[in-house]
């Protein structure tokens, strides 16, 4: 079994959570550069109202 030190498992959680982060806000992004989307979504929270 491996066992890291302390430091660098804090560090390795925060890298990971990181990545995590930058990567939804990626895919986010990228949804906002097609119109279609944009019009879908639009008329979906419409439609709740």
């Known amino acids: 079994m491996l066992h890291l030190p302390q430091p660098w498992v804090r560090t390795l959680k925060i890298g990971l959570a990181l990545l995590v982060v930058v990567a939804a806000l990626a895919l986010v992004f990228g949804l906002y550069t097609r119109p279609d989307f944009l019009v879908q979504?639009?008329?979906?929270l419409w439609a709740c109202f």
Do not use: G, K, M, V
């Open 41 to 44: 979504l639009s008329n979906q």
